[in-house]
């Protein structure tokens, strides 16, 4: 199991087995917060034994409270203040760390195992168990990627429901049971819960131990000025104490930089931190018409007096087609697009300049209401507030690029949010039964309308709660962490410092839209550091790579026939799909049908 997960911790390795042979616990090292062997991991703390991925962010304050409650610590490592902390608190430790982390921590006293996991799930920790009867476990294992589990003889049982759903949907999560995965006999535990093992008597339970919803009818300190100003205020401050948290380490920094509106303002937060000897990691292609090039060099232009490396990586399909399989046997589950690739490709870069530690942006949009789609619902909630304040934000979004198009359909769903949840998930139903090249037998086995359901927004807050905790934001964490750990290099998010999420979804909805523009709060907050067409930039592209080009390689054309060959042959696909013409689509192209066979015929 060590030896599968090589890639996401080269430092060093520690393995450690309790006195009664219940308990094995191993562990692969990258090294980041105190590099001596003294943090090594499995880390023995009284009677405490635990292995830990992540970083806890706030590990110097807490260090300061615990050691006023009477403990000491032996190391400068962060990994030391989990098992004290514990030990304070009990499982409300949790409840104060700032930080991304999946651990296990085994109490040698009460010969329990606990697993927890942070609360969006930004570290990934899977399970198997077997049963000896009902209710009792014989072995449970666990590890933070699947291939670990494979590699004790664990089978790849391909889960026909989640399958069924992606290829024709494109959904990578089921929306009703966060636990599923593409593999039957391999579980994850959601974002934001916890497994209680007892090992001597086969027991196992899980909880959620972060129940976001309560926080969200708190009032927001908005600081000593109030109203607008205020906000702005505190959303600033929150964002770069994040910032400044995710600095933390020993070894070296450096961060992505697309171009966007998100990068740009950590890049801009990093600035203002006096970071020396700062590496900017950028994927452009140069004549490709969402290439990002521009908006870097502007970026670059505005903070010319100011030292830091920028460093540029341009995918090319010859990449892609070279190490396709090496991305699905990192990634595990499907992919959406080859934006993941291009994802990669800049981590790739990163290791090769020696950089280990890079903050990115995932979580922004979600939080923050960045994709265009979410002008709609805001739109909706506009409409049954007012005609007159609707019709100006509809005017404006359309004028910045952040709206496509408003038809009666919308005019509907603003007034019969139930109504319309239903006829979405209908509309999903209809379209997964009438794909014509979806083995029938595979349709009839495995469709599961219930998964296809569709959340009721009246809300703006409504649909970013359910992308980001329930269906959306835990694909893209994937991505990131699989990404970067197959290069061996940890990824930091800023955007999803649970005290900043929390203070934003506290906040009215016109702090995320107002005036025609998307994540207004951020915009205000950083008008004064960017240039103004980064800060108040109009239209969203997608991250994106030339993908149809791509596709239309003639080794993508044969990798292509290869994986509808092999869906045929397990019965997922029907014979017929051989005789049809390829369709190649870009990144965010719906109905992208033959991107979904080539991403899920690799992980068979």
């Known amino acids: 199991m060590m030896n599968a997960l090589q890639h996401r911790g080269p430092d060093g390795e520690g393995l450690w087995t309790n006195e009664n042979s219940t308990v094995c616990m191993g562990h692969k090292r990258l090294a980041i917060i105190d590099t001596t062997n003294a943090a090594a991991q499995p880390l023995h703390y009284l009677h405490y034994t635990i292995v830990f991925n992540g970083e806890i962010y706030n590990y110097i304050e807490l260090k300061e409270t615990l050691q006023k409650h009477g403990y000491s610590f032996s190391t400068h490592s962060d990994t030391e203040v989990i098992p004290a902390a514990f030990d304070c608190w009990g499982k409300e430790c949790l409840h104060h760390f700032d930080g991304m982390f999946a651990f296990a921590l ?35 294992s666990f590890a933070s990627e699947m291939k670990a589990l494979w590699a004790i003889g664990i089978n790849k049982e391909l889960n026909g429901m989640m399958m069924l759903n992606y290829l024709t949907l494109g959904f990578t999560q089921n929306p009703i049971k966060p636990t599923q995965t593409f593999y039957s006999n391999i579980l994850s535990l959601p974002a934001g819960h916890y497994l ?3 090992p001597e008597k086969g027991k196992v339970q899980m909880k959620r131990w972060y129940n976001f919803s309560k926080q969200l009818s708190a009032s927001p300190p908005l600081g000593d000025k109030g109203g607008d100003e205020g906000a702005v205020e505190q959303f600033a401050d929150l964002f770069n104490t994040a910032v400044k948290r995710r600095l933390r380490s020993d070894v070296s920094l450096g961060t992505s930089l697309s171009g966007g509106l998100d990068s740009s303002s950590i890049v801009a937060s990093l ?20 290439d990002e090039s521009k908006y870097i060099k502007e970026f670059q232009a ?3 007096s100011t030292s830091f490396d920028s460093h540029f990586v341009t995918p090319t399909a010859n990449d892609w087609i070279r190490d396709f399989d090496l991305l699905m046997y990192h990634q595990e589950e499907p992919l959406q697009s080859a934006s993941v690739f291009t994802q990669f490709a800049v981590y790739k870069l990163a290791k090769k300049n020696g950089v280990t530690v890079l903050l990115d942006g995932q979580g922004a949009d979600e939080i923050l209401g960045g994709y265009k789609k979410y002008s709609h619902w805001f739109l909706q909630q506009e409409l049954r507030n007012g005609f007159n304040g609707f019709a100006k934000e509809k005017r404006l979004l359309k004028q910045n690029g952040f709206l496509d198009e408003w038809g009666i359909k919308n005019y509907a769903a603003a007034f019969f949010p139930q109504q319309t949840a239903h006829q979405l998930q209908q509309r999903a139903i209809n379209q997964q039964k009438e794909i014509a090249s979806i083995n029938k037998d595979f349709y009839n086995k495995y469709h599961n309308d219930d998964t296809l359901q569709k959340p009721v927004v009246k809300t703006l807050e409504d649909i970013l709660y359910y992308n980001t905790f329930t269906f959306g934001l835990q694909e893209l964490l994937r991505y990131a962490d699989r990404n970067s750990m197959a290069h061996s290099r940890e990824v930091r998010l800023p955007f999803l410092s649970h005290e900043l999420v929390e203070f934003i979804f506290s ?10 523009f998307t994540k207004w709060i951020l915009r205000k907050s950083m008008e004064s550091k960017l240039p103004v067409k980064t800060a108040w930039r109009k239209g969203k592209i997608g991250y994106e790579p030339p993908q149809q080009q791509w596709m239309q390689q003639p080794a993508a054309i044969e990798m292509i026939h290869e994986s509808r ?30 991107w979904r066979y080539l991403s899920a015929a690799a992980i068979m």
């Not at 109490?107 to 329990?112: A, F, I, T, V, W």
């Not at 906040?507 to 025609?516: E, H, M, N, V």
């Not at 092999?566 to 870009?586: F, H, M, T």
């Open 507 to 516: 906040l009215p909805t016109s702090f995320k839209i107002r005036d025609g």
């Open 565 to 594: 060959k092999r869906l045929v042959a397990k019965n997922i696909l029907d014979a017929n799909v051989l005789n049809a013409s390829i369709q190649p689509k870009a990144a965010h192209d719906a109905n992208n049908f033959d």
């Open 106 to 140: 085994y109490n040698n006293k009460d010969k329990e195992l606990w697993i927890a996991r942070d609360r969006f799930g930004e570290k990934p920790l899977y399970y198997h168990t077997v049963y000896h009867q009902r209710g009792q476990f014989e072995q449970f």
């Open 196 to 198: 209680s093992v007892q």
């Open 271 to 290: 600035l203002d931190n006096k970071i020396t000897s700062l590496h900017t990691f950028s994927a452009v292609f140069p004549g490709f018409e969402y």
């Open 302 to 304: 505005h903070y010319q």
